[in-house]
Every structure is written in structure tokens, then in C-alpha cells.
């Protein structure tokens, strides 16, 4: 539907309305009073965002009424409020001068104001129940009657507008879709939307400052005075995380922010002012980013009265030129004004100055605004009223002042000025359009008379061009403000009023006349929605649907092909089209028949340009490119009688507890509310798209099982229903670990002996561990004798894989008790859970050193122990290929029967072979008896940790596969 189509649409409003007369609800277009109210109508009123129809107003003397198909409500004076149901709007306290009422009329911000927490709120849910979303407008229509008990003021700041939706069964539209409608409709209405983030225009921050000085920030535009705050303008000394107590106040009308700090600051100091990005202007465009200032305080307390001199010739001075003074040191700007700084004639008149001071150079331009007369005596005062920037009053002999005496020039040049050249002389066509004007004069000329006698003026208009002017020596340059047109003819005129200092006349008037550059397209095309055959969302769409869509200007038919245009499944699954272009407008049709009851998504692509190579924004407006996606559905295949499935499981295993909940069905459905689910306490229906059920979680359980069902009349588009209810469970996941991490096992194992001297110390844990608590503070090896000594650095302790191992750079003592000690509350695991040590102690490992140290040097990769070498082979073979293996590398497979020479299997030397060699207890390794030939495995069923082994087993097969273990002698 075109945008104001208001015919058809008021016909569907006025339907509505004796619908809802009819049932007793409100929400129809009908704006007729049903109050008692008999005052008259003030004014016409429109509600907008585009028209919004359908909304209860109630007026000041209390006639109410709903807005009409064109937004339309009757106005009366004084307050009216705006509701949908039980849901108040907002209100006005008057109608605005064009008789439009905006979203931003009702929160109170500037039109341009599309980012403002309230506007988005309000826009969100007149955009989300829009009954008719086709269409450009807003048709509340039936959707009214949904919140008659709803109880709430969306314009206040606690109300969420979300929950209010989803709880009605409404799909909340996005931040971008709400953004895009608002920015829409202003664009409409010739209202530029703010999207400028604020600047800084100047601080007095490039000098320095006296010690009870302000710091003053002056802004590009107006704030928002939220957002002027103390925790966003922070004032410190620098290199100190000391914020300076200050107060903040600001000024609107000159956008200048004022910090006051409660002390004077101290002299000689450094100090920073940051300002953070959280300040925004009154659109709610944020600070692009941080910004620091730093200045200086003066050295020392300045008590010192400033002097003026007087450099200007004080004999024969030049008729029209500005005269000068300066000042000892830096003064207070604000006291330079024509009332302590005058000039007088001989007859004691005051004349006419304009005063410039330059805070470089501490001096002060008076220029007079009328011609000064020849061979006269002239007086400068300057009153003791101006201070320096510490307060210091100005120096004077008497009288409060000081005076300056000149004569002006006694003999007046006679001679004429004239424009000895231009830079249109050489050039006067294909100007740019940002380009600067000069024009040299064959003398000084006085400055006064450019102003009013140097004229710019687009031909075909009947007003000047506004520009500066800027006088260096005898040349002046014309700047106009804003870019020239292009493609257009200036004139530009030079009158015989400019003078030159002596009064003398230009010598002839000039005119220029010059042509700017030709115009350059550089504006992308735009779609013409309201002529194209296919919009978003659309339903019920032919499978033989061909479609068109109109720009706005003639395209680069080349960029249409090659994936310029894009017409795709759900599933990413591409249908061949042909595309034809005629007069600015696409014909897109499939090459086949499309699938029945399908979603498809069409994309206009930014490859498409205009003939000029500006790219297609399919969302103009908003930053970088974008492509135009229109969503639809095909209609349900005629002969489907089958009814629709599900794709997800019936029993969607374990989720996470914050996790949204996906139910996919085989094809698509008619559109899925609230009252076809019974959703499990905890959860909300949240949308269906694409064949898919979205649930999302409210206040749900650890390690619950939820059930939900699915109603027995949910359809397909044929109007096939399930026939039957069905049921999705689930189950969250566990709580989150709190548990202490445990010490699995240890290298050595407690109460070993002969551990040799050289050998790492391990200690597995069951989790994996924050490394960066794995330290010698946490991990303690010392002796048993003098356990108050830590023998190992930070360096010495590494952690991998739930395992720290610590390696002291030198080789233990001999036949000494050790302690490997783990710090109660040190180490920590990943949820930070602290190491609980054994019974609420440190948790120690005891063990000793062997008696006399190794005779051997075991080859790498083996380890020593009792003075053999034994090496752990995690290549898994059988019996034969194993003991082969050991053979090959001049060893053999360990004998068990004769390894442990005195105790049996039930020894601590077991103990002390399996903890020196590192066997790891949940592995089986081949061993040998070496006489009979006789195959053994040592598995974890015959031994354990910190337990005897037992005997080693027969009764493994020789073929089956195991690590093994040689030894070499």
C-alpha cells in the first residue's frame, strides 16, 4: 500500500471500529467523542510513526476518541494521553505548531532523536503490535483488546516493554527494524535525523591556569544533561589515581561544561581532564571516543599588576589602520570591552572600536569603525578595571587609567586603489565548488569598507552567497561558507565603496562571472518499495510467482547477473532465476517452479549499481552496505494431506540453563501463538520462524527435566493438524562446579623409599588447575628435619595437563627424608574452588631418597632404577611382537618373578618400582617369565595406588595388544 492511501485504509478502520463497538472494545479508527465533553475541537491532530491508527486519546475535558487510518485524533487544549488498552503511551501538554504529535513530541526530545531509551520503547511496541505490518503504517486494529488488563506507563523508565510483549504472544521487532521505521519517517517529513556525535570545540586548557581557575569545555552542540556527570569529567593530577573533587555546571546556551574543583589547585602542577565516551548530546550520539586535556596551574602565587604600553606610532599615524597596545603579562579576556578600553577625540567624544586580543601576544587591536581625520589628536584610556588572569588590577600613575596621545597623519594620499588582478582572471569555468575567491588591489585598502562592497550571488536567485572575507596585505580572500553549487553560474560583483585607509575610492566597479564544476553522481539508488510486486514477510506466495521491483533511477543492468540478485531457500539452497531489466525496473523470475509451503529469502545485493557505479544500500541510512532481504513463504501444496513432523528429537538430551530452546518442524506452520503451546514453567514463547519454535528461559533450574507440548490443532499451511499432542523434554544442566579439586596421585607415591635423587616429582590432580596459582608458594618440596626451608623457586614448578611436576635443579641428598608438600588453600581449580589439603591440612607426601646413587647412565628415554634401565612402550603389540621389540633395542621384557628379589608381590619394593618408573595404574603391561617363556600382565586389577600389587596374571591371550615394559642392564 503507497503511504497514504487513506481511502482503503479508513474503510478497514471504520470495520474495525463497529467490530469493536460491538464486543465493547476499544482500538478502532474511529475518532468520534464518547465522553460528555462539550468543548470544541482546537485542532487536527496526527499521531506518528508513520500514521498510527487504532490508539485511545482522552483529552484535557475529558472527550475521547481512537486515531483514524491517517493518525488523525480531535485535539483539545490542555493535556491528551495516548493508550492501547490498559497501556499508556505517554502524553502532550500541547499540540505542536504542525499539528503533528511524534513519538519524540510525547518523551520530549528533539524530532532527530531516534536513539533515546524512551523513544525506542514506545516505537518498539506500536511497531511490534502492528496488526498489518504490509504496510508502512501502524494498524493497532484488534490487537488493542490484548492489553484491556494490562496495567502500565511504557513512558516510565521501570516499565519493560519486552516482557509486556512476549507475555501477549508478540514477536519483539529489533533495535535495527525499530531504528530504520523511526529514520524512515522522518526522512518523510524533511527531518534530518542526528547521527553527528558530539565534539569539542575549544578549553582553556592551552594555557595555564590559575590555581582557582575553571576548566572550561566548550561543545559543538547542545548535551544531555544526564549525561554531564562527575563520573564522565574527570579531573586528576597526572601519573595520581586521585580524582579531584570538583563541582559541574553547565550552560545550554553556550554549551560550555564549567569544572569547579571545591579547592584551588595546587601551583605548578600537572593535571588531566578525561572525558568519557558516556556523554551524549540531546540525541543520544555518544562521544566517539576518550578524550584527555592536560594543563599546567601558574608556578607561584602572582601578585605582580600587569603594565600596558602603547605600540602603535604615536606621531603622523596612518588614517583607518588599527592601532595597538600590549600588556605585560596574560589578562582576563573577558574585561577587553569599549568600557576599560576607550577612544577619544580631541573633543572628548568617545569613538566607535572593535577590540581583538591576542593571548600570544598579550596585546590588544583597536580598530576604529568610522575613518579617523587627518592632523588630529586622538587619546587612548585604558581603566585599572582590567586585571591579569590572578586578579592583579592594571598598574596606573592617577586617575584609575592610563592614557596614550597620537596625532594622525598630516598629508592624505590622493591616489585611487584598483584590482590589479583575480583568480578568475585566468580561469572562470569549471570552479570548484569548495574553492576560495581572491582578488589583489594595487594598495593597502581599509578592511571596514570590504563588507558591505564585495557581493556573491548564484544567478537565477535574488540573495547574496554567504562567505568571509580575509585581508593579508593587499589581497583579500572570499570564502564562501558552505560549498557552491554545482554545475552553476556565479557572479561575482566588486562596488567602488571599498576605500583604501585614506579614504580614496576603488578607481572602477568589477564584475566576475564564472561557472562551478559540473555535477558528479554520487548518490546510490533507491528501491521504491511501494511499487515493487513482493514485499517482506509475505505469505501464501505462488510457486510461479514472477517479481518486480522499481528503482529510482536507470541501473548497471551488468550487475544484476552474477549473484547480484539471489534467490535462496531457508537452507541457503540457490533457485536459477533469469533477470530482466526494463526502464528502472527488475523482472526476476525462477527459472522453475518454486517448492510448496517454503520459506525463500530474495536478495537484492550492494553489487548492483546505478550507471554511475554507486552501490545498492538495501538499507540506506544506516553505516556500510547492506543487502535487501525479503522474506516469504509459498503457498501449501494443494494435495498435502500429510501432517507436519518434527525434525528435532522427541527428547532434546541436555542443555545449557540459559539456553534458548529450538523445536524444528519438517515444513512450515501457520503462524504459532502462545495458545498452541503449553510451555513449561520457567520458559517463554518467544517467536516461530523458519519451521522453527523458539522458547526462551526465564527463571529455570540446574538439573531439571522440562516437558513441553505441542498443541494437537497446530497446522501446516494446508491445514493439516498433528491430530495429537506431542511432548519435548529436556533437562538442564548440572550447577556449576564448586567442588575442591583432589590430588589423584602422586611421583613418588607417600611413604616410598628409594626414590632416586634425580627423578621429577609429579602430582596428578582430577581437574584442570588456574595455573597461575601452580608456584613454590602453593608446591613446597623440603626435608624432613628441617621442614621450615623450601628447596624449590617458581622455576622449578610447571604445570601440564592436570599435572605439576616439580624438578629441582639439583639432584637430591642420598638416603634423606623428604616432604612434597601442597599448601592448604593454594592451588585452585577453574571455577577458582581453593585445594582443601587431607582433613582440613596441608596435604604431605613423604618419602626417601635411595641409599647410594646410580652406577648407570640410562639411554633417553629410559628410566633408572636400582641401577637398571627401564623403559615404558605405549606402542600397543601382543606377547611376541612385545617381547621382540624389547630384543631389537638390546633389552628384554621384564621378569617380574626375579625383579623383586625378597617379599613378594605384596613388598614396598613394588611400590617404590611402579612410583620411580611412573606405571600408570589404569594401563596393562606385557612382562615375561624369562625360563618358561611365560607370558604376565601387570594390570590395575592386581594393583592399586598406595596399596600391594598382588600377583601378576597368567591368564591373559597372547594376542592381545598392551603396552610393555624392557630393561636394560
Not at 305 to 325: D, G, Q, R
Not at 783 to 812: A, G
Not at 900 to 909: D, E
Request: glycine share 4%.
Amino acid at each position: 500500500m503507497n503511504r497514504y492511501q487513506f481511502i482503503k485504509s479508513s474503510c478497514i478502520a471504520i470495520t474495525t471500529a463497529v467490530l469493536l463497538t460491538g464486543c465493547g472494545g476499544g482500538g478502532g479508527g474511529s475518532s468520534s467523542s464518547s465522553s460528555s465533553g462539550s468543548s470544541t475541537v482546537s485542532a487536527k491532530g496526527y499521531l506518528i510513526d508513520a500514521a498510527v491508527s487504532g490508539v485511545k486519546y482522552i483529552n484535557a475535558d475529558g472527550s475521547t476518541g481512537f486515531t483514524n487510518a491517517d493518525g488523525s485524533f480531535d485535539y483539545k487544549t490542555g493535556t491528551t494521553r495516548f493508550y492501547v488498552g490498559g497501556i499508556k503511551i505517554g502524553e502532550i501538554n500541547q499540540l505542536s505548531s504542525d499539528k503533528k504529535t511524534f513519538i519524540q513530541d510525547i518523551v520530549g526530545v528533539s524530532r532527530s532523536n531516534i536513539s533515546h531509551p524512551k523513544v525506542l520503547k514506545i516505537a518498539t511496541f506500536l511497531q511490534s503490535i502492528d496488526s498489518d505490518p504490509s504496510t508502512n503504517e501502524i494498524e493497532i486494529g484488534n490487537n488493542f483488546q490484548k492489553f484491556n488488563s494490562v496495567n502500565d506507563d511504557i513512558s516510565n523508565d521501570s516499565s519493560n516493554v519486552n516482557t509486556i510483549l512476549s507475555n501477549k504472544g508478540f514477536s519483539v521487532k529489533s533495535q535495527f527494524e525499530v531504528k530504520k521505521h523511526l529514520e524512515d519517517e522522518l526522512k518523510n517529513n524533511n527531518i534530518q535525523v542526528d547521527i553527528t556525535a558530539p565534539i569539542v570545540s575549544s578549553t582553556n586548557t592551552t594555557k595555564r591556569l590559575n590555581v582557582s581557575s575553571n576548566i572550561n569545555i566548550i561543545f559543538s552542540e547542545n548535551l544531555l544533561v544526564e549525561t554531564i556527570t562527575s563520573n564522565n569529567f574527570e579531573l586528576k593530577k597526572l601519573n595520581s589515581d586521585i580524582v579531584v573533587s570538583s563541582s559541574i555546571s553547565y550552560n545550554s546556551s553556550t554549551n560550555t561544561v564549567s569544572i569547579n574543583p571545591n579547592a584551588n589547585l595546587d601551583y605548578n602542577e600537572q593535571y588531566i581532564l578525561t572525558i568519557k565516551t558516556d556523554v551524549k548530546d540531546n540525541s543520544n550520539n555518544a562521544l566517539r571516543s576518550e578524550l584527555t586535556y592536560n594543563f599546567t596551574t601558574l608556578s607561584l602565587p602572582d601578585d605582580t599588576k600587569p603594565s600596558v604600553t602603547f605600540t602603535t606610532e604615536s606621531t603622523n599615524a596612518v588614517l583607518n589602520k588599527a592601532l595597538e597596545i600590549k600588556f605585560s603579562e596574560a589578562i582576563d579576556n573577558n574585561l577587553i570591552n569599549s568600557t576599560n578600553i576607550i577612544l577619544k577625540d580631541n573633543g572628548n567624544n568617545n569613538i566607535e572600536t572593535t577590540l581583538d586580543y591576542n593571548s600570544v601576544t598579550n596585546s590588544v587591536t583597536i580598530t576604529p569603525k568610522t575613518s579617523l581625520k587627518p592632523d588630529t589628536e586622538y587619546t587612548i584610556k585604558v581603566k585599572d578595571t582590567i586585571t591579569d588572569l590572578a586578579g592583579n588590577a592594571l598598574e596606573t600613575a592617577s586617575n584609575n587609567e592610563v592614557s596614550f596621545n597620537f596625532t594622525t597623519i598630516n598629508q592624505v594620499e590622493s591616489t585611487a586603489p584598483a584590482i590589479s588582478s583575480s583568480s578568475l582572471d585566468s580561469n572562470a569555468n569549471d570552479i570548484a565548488i569548495n574553492s576560495n575567491i581572491t582578488l589583489t588591489f594595487s594598495k593597502e585598502v581599509d578592511i571596514k569598507t570590504l563588507e558591505n562592497n564585495i557581493k556573491l550571488k548564484k544567478n537565477g536567485t535574488n540573495f547574496d552567497v554567504s562567505r568571509t572575507l580575509t585581508l593579508v596585505g593587499n589581497t583579500v580572500t572570499i570564502n564562501p561558507v558552505s560549498d557552491m553549487s554545482k554545475n552553476a553560474t556565479y557572479t561575482l560583483t566588486v562596488l567602488n565603496g571599498i576605500t583604501d585607509i585614506y579614504a580614496n575610492s576603488l578607481s572602477d566597479e568589477k564584475t566576475y562571472t564564472f561557472t562551478t564544476e559540473q555535477e558528479v553522481d554520487n548518490t546510490r539508488p533507491v528501491l521504491v518499495d511501494s511499487e515493487s510486486t513482493l514485499n517482506d514477510n509475505d505469505k501464501n506466495v505462488a510457486i510461479n510467482s514472477n517479481f518486480s521491483f522499481t528503482f529510482n533511477e536507470n541501473l548497471a543492468e551488468n550487475t544484476l547477473q552474477n549473484d547480484g540478485i539471489v534467490l535462496e531457500d531457508i537452507n541457503g539452497n540457490k533457485t536459477a532465476i533469469t533477470v530482466t531489466y526494463t526502464n528502472k525496473i527488475i523482472n526476476i523470475n525462477s527459472n522453475t517452479d518454486l517448492k510448496y509451503a517454503t520459506s525463500y529469502k530474495l536478495k537484492l545485493t550492494s553489487k548492483i549499481t546505478d550507471v554511475s557505479g554507486n552501490e545498492f544500500d538495501g538499507m540506506s541510512g544506516l553505516s556500510g552496505l547492506h543487502d535487501k532481504v525479503i522474506n516469504f513463504t509459498t503457498i501449501a501444496n494443494p494435495s498435502d494431506t500429510i501432517a507436519p513432523t518434527l525434525v528435532s528429537p522427541t527428547n532434546l538430551g541436555t542443555v545449557a540453563k540459559d539456553a534458548k530452546i529450538i523445536v524444528e518442524f519438517n515444513e512450515e506452520l501457520k503462524n504459532i501463538t502462545n495458545s498452541d503451546l503449553d510451555i513449561p514453567s520457567g520458559y517463554l514463547f518467544e517467536k516461530y520462524e523458519n519451521k522453527k519454535i523458539y522458547l526462551k528461559p526465564t527463571y529455570n533450574n540446574y538439573n531439571t527435566t522440562y516437558t513441553l507440548v505441542l498443541k494437537a490443532s497446530i497446522s501446516d499451511l494446508a491445514n493439516n493438524t498433528l491430530g495429537s499432542n506431542l511432548s519435548v523434554t529436556f533437562k538442564t544442566v548440572q550447577e556449576a562446579d564448586t567442588k575442591a579439586p583432589e590430588v589423584l596421585s602422586s611421583i613418588p607415591q607417600d611413604n616410598i623409599e628409594n626414590v632416586s635423587i634425580k627423578k621429577d616429582l609429579a602430582i596428578t590432580f582430577n581437574e584442570a588447575l588456574d595455573s597461575s596459582s601452580v608456584n613454590a608458594t602453593n608446591i613446597q618440596l623440603v626435608k624432613k628435619d628441617n621442614q621450615s626451608t623450601n628447596l624449590i623457586s617458581d622455576s622449578e614448578v610447571t604445570y601440564l595437563n592436570n599435572v605439576i611436576t616439580v624438578n629441582p635443579t639439583s639432584d637430591l641428598d642420598l638416603n634423606t627424608n623428604y616432604i612434597l608438600l601442597i599448601k592448604k588453600d593454594g592451588v585452585k581449580d577453574l571455577a577458582t574452588n581453593k585445594f582443601e589439603g587431607s582433613y582440613g591440612s596441608d596435604y604431605k607426601i613423604d618419602f626417601k631418597t635411595r641409599l647410594i646413587a646410580s652406577t648407570v647412565n640410562c639411554d633417553s628415554g629410559y628410566v633408572e632404577h636400582n641401577n637398571a634401565c627401564y623403559k615404558i612402550n605405549d606402542d600397543k603389540k601382543n606377547f611376541a611382537d612385545a617381547k621382540t621389540a624389547c630384543e631389537a633395542t638390546s633389552s628384554k621384557l621384564i621378569n617380574p618373578k626375579t625383579l623383586f628379589y625378597s617379599g613378594g608381590w605384596n613388598s614396598s619394593l613394588v611400590g617404590e618400582f611402579a612410583s620411580n618408573i611412573s606405571l600408570n595404574i589404569d594401563k596393562v603391561y606385557w612382562t615375561n617369565d624369562d625360563n618358561a617363556n611365560q607370558s604376565y600382565v601387570i594390570k590395575k586389577a592386581t594393583f592399586s595406588f598406595g596399596n600391594p600389587w598382588g600377583s601378576p596374571s597368567s591368564t591373559e591371550n597372547t594376542d592381545n595388544l598392551h603396552e610393555y615394559i624392557c630393561v636394560k642392564k
